[in-house]
């Protein structure tokens, strides 16, 4: 026992299995969002690189996002082979918690985040669910900070090499949001 | 978002799970170091911004 504390072991790595069907959903509000056809174009060539089966949708309404969501879901549990891999991405202006539609209607995040879950998806239950949200999340503006604090300060091209302000930290819950914690 | 070249977050995304692979967190830590690199020009000021992950995956998710 002592010398097993004293000699760790290292991870036994296991994997999630990728040899069934990897299935994309791209939802993206393009107008007033220039630059969003780039992103569009680099999503495609990336779902291609990685082998997804992938569905795009521009200038969704809020309703729609829920409603694709949905279609999604039952495109995934009707699915003829086993699926091993969702991946979403949603692409809009927003707030926190929030995207807002085409319509300028606002959709909650959580309630799109519920379709594709273990309770509700049987296809993707045990299986992994990629969230990639292209959106704001409030109004603050980050100036970055200095490296090293006032005392060393790295220079890089003449400029005070800085950071943002929320970066180099884990945050580990015992539980997920709304949940009780045992 | 730039005008032609899209989002920062996107394209940063696009590029490092095109051209390296990993287990995904991995990947995702990539993204945040070249992001927290890149200045963000906004009306004149220079930005700094950075993704935020939440992960509850149970094992290695490998994309390539």
Redesign the interface.
Known sequence: MEEEMSNPRPLQ????D?SGARLALTLCVTKA???????L???E??FR??RFKSTMKRDPTAQQFQEELEKFQQAIDTWEDPVS?AFV?L?AHGEEGFLEGEDGEMVKLENLFEVLNNKNCRALR?K?K?Y?I?ACRGEQ????ETVGGDVIVMITNGKPH??????DAL?VYST?EGYISY | ???????C???T??DV??ERKG??LELLTEV?RR??EA?VL?EG??????P?I?S?????????
């Open positions: 790595e296991e994997a999630y990728m969002r220039e630059g969003s056809e780039a992103d174009d680099a999503l060539r990336m690189q990685l891999c991405v692409m045990a992994p990629v990639i292209q503006r980050d100036p970055g800085t950071i943002p302000t929320y970066t945050h997920v | 978002r730039h005008d032609q070249n899209g989002s977050f996107i394209q995304l696009v799970f095109t287990p995904i945040t992001m927290a200045e906004q000021k220079q930005r700094k911004v950075n935020e939440l509850t995956l149970r094992k290695q998710l490998y994309l390539q």
